[in-house]
């Protein structure tokens, strides 16, 4: 059973950093690209940043171009999103998927709430 766990999300001021992990289990993990999504109240979940399986390739949204990092750990089954200079727009829930920059599994997890706010 694919399970994605999210968390790192919190409360931050306008410039702040966050680091959020999705530890995934219930697939071979090493072979997929992963994804890191986002949804704001009111809106469509959007794509941020996705990587492949090896890690060598990663494509962003243009609204977190230079900001945000997306990284994972094949031997921790666990991919990662470093963000800084968080912006008020940056809040959402933060949700993970396999595949790379389209979710490859129709269930996702909890998400993780990111608040930018002073």
């Known amino acids: 059973q694919v399970q994605l766990v999210e968390s790192g999300g919190g409360l931050v001021q306008p410039g702040g950093s966050l680091r959020l992990s999705c530890a995934a289990s219930?697939?071979?993990?090493?072979?997929?690209?992963m994804s890191w999504y986002r949804q704001a109240p009111g809106k469509e979940r959007e794509l941020v940043a996705a990587?492949?399986?090896?890690?060598?390739?990663?494509h962003y949204a243009d609204s977190v171009k230079g900001r945000f990092t997306i990284s994972r750990d094949n031997a921790k089954n666990t991919v990662y999103l470093q963000m800084k200079s968080l912006k008020p727009e940056d809040t959402a829930v933060y949700y993970c998927?396999?595949?790379?920059?389209?979710?490859?599994?129709?269930?996702w997890g909890q998400g993780t709430q990111v608040t930018v706010s002073s």
């Open positions: 998927n396999a595949g790379f920059r389209f979710p490859a599994f129709g269930s």
């Open positions: 219930g697939f071979t993990f090493s072979i997929y690209g």
């Open positions: 990587i492949t399986n090896t890690g060598y390739s990663t």
